[in-house]
Structure formats: C-alpha cells, structure tokens
T-cell receptor
Framework: RKEVEQDPGPFNVPEGATVAFNCTYS??????FFWYRQDCRKEPKLLMS???SGNEDGRFTAQLNRASQYISLLIRDSKLSDSATYLC????????????FGTGTRLKVLA | ETGVTQSPTHLIKTRGQQVTLRCSSQ?????VSWYQQALGQGPQFIFQ???????GRGNFPPRFSGLQFPNYSSELNVNALELDDSALYLC????????????????FGPGTRLTVL
C-alpha cells in the first residue's frame, strides 16, 4: 500500500461546478498536511496547508480527518484556470524527515 | 517566482554516466530537499539537507548522493545512470529548522529534466 494515495482522475467538470478530492495516508504519526497545485510541465506550488480544524481560502476548503487518515480539498465555483494536477502532501519527522507526495489528481475544468 | 533556481534545465546522458544537478535556495532558507518526478507521478522524496547535513532520505539507492554548501545551495549527484533515472528532478527550499522542517512550506525550483539514453 502506498503511503499517500489519491484518485488520479482525470476529473472533468464544467465551469462553476463544485469538485472534491480526497487523499488517504497510512502513517498515523503524520504531522503536517498540504495541498499543492502543479500545472503541466511546471513545478508544484503550495495551494494551502491543511489544519485539524479545517480551513478555507476563497473558493478552496481543506479538511483533515485524523481518525480516518484522510484529507480533502473542495473547490467551489470552478474556473478554467483551476485546471491542473492537485497533489496532497503528508509529512512526518521522527529523527528523520519524510515529505510524501501523492500521485496527484488531474482536474480539467471545461467551458 | 520562488527564488529557487536550478541548473541545467535539460540534460541528456547515456546509461552508466554520472550527473550533477545544482540548486540555489531562496534567500534565508537553510533547508533543501530533492525530489524525482517521473511522468504522470507525484514527486518522490530523495533526501533533504539542513545546514550541510543530510536530514532525511527516501527510498533511493546510495548512487544518489548530495551536498549542501555553506551558502545553502545544493547538488544532487547520480552515479551509474539507469534508463529509469529519466525524470524531472526538483529542488525545494524551506526556512525550517531541523525539528520543525516538517511543518514548513517548500518552495520549488523549475526543475531539471534528465533524459538517460
């Protein structure tokens, strides 16, 4: 089993739709969680950190469920510019550092 | 732009050769991580350097090695290249200290695309 798993998609949604991605992780000692966005042939860029209480940034909402070991990302009112690959990241530090990316979920927002 | 730079942008090598990739971290960042991203996959953590010491390592063989310099720039060296080493190699810097590194956002450079023939 992979340490961090995501549905690879692609998710094809119309403009204005709401779309949700989930990401599960296997290490219960994981400490920090992030969502990154990666455009085609570009480097990943931080979209948002994920906090235990959940957090929102404009149209984006991130949730963490430690008991079930998953994080989620909700995008409301999808824009064409949201088309990208969304990578979840899980980190842990116990003497040595680990920063684990999921394989990413591709989103395509259609006009 | 993140302020993280990598060189070269593209590189073609043949099997068995050795390669050195370079990364300059963002100003004020003392931690550098290296990742390998194969086509259609997420970045795979190779290792991390904090203040010139290796601070963590993923599941990569010893022929993947690195260095961090006093100015916090870094090199990734790969010996005895194999065809499967063809990938985008990403460097990321962060401002974190050793114990707190896992909590910090990482800023990625544009990557070096390595092709092994």
């Amino acid at each position: 089993r992979k340490e961090v798993e995501q549905d690879p998609g692609p998710f094809n949604v119309p403009e204005g739709a709401t779309v949700a991605f989930n990401c599960t992780y296997s290490n219960s000692a994981s400490q920090s969680f992030f969502w990154y966005r990666q455009d085609c042939r570009k480097e990943p860029k931080l979209l948002m950190s994920v906090y235990s209480s959940g957090n929102e940034d404009g149209r984006f909402t991130a949730q963490l469920n430690r008991a079930s070991q998953y994080i989620s990302l909700l995008i409301r009112d999808s824009k064409l510019s949201d088309s990208a690959t969304y990578l979840c990241v899980v980190t842990s530090f116990s003497g040595t550092y680990k920063y684990i990316f999921g394989t990413g979920t591709r989103l395509k927002v259609l006009a | 732009e993140t302020g993280v730079t990598q060189s070269p942008t593209h590189l073609i090598k043949t099997r068995g050769q050795q390669v050195t990739l370079r990364c300059s971290s963002q100003s004020g960042h003392n931690t550098v991580s290296w990742y390998q991203q194969a086509l259609g996959q997420g970045p795979q953590f190779i290792f991390q350097y904090y203040r010139e010491e290796e601070n963590g390592r993923g599941n990569f063989p010893p022929r993947f090695s690195g260095l961090q310099f006093p100015n916090y720039s870094s090199e990734l060296n790969v010996n005895a290249l194999e065809l499967d080493d063809s990938a985008l190699y990403l460097c990321a810097s962060s401002p974190g200290g050793q114990a707190g590194v896992a909590y910090n956002e990482q800023f990625f450079g544009p990557g070096t695309r390595l092709t092994v023939l």
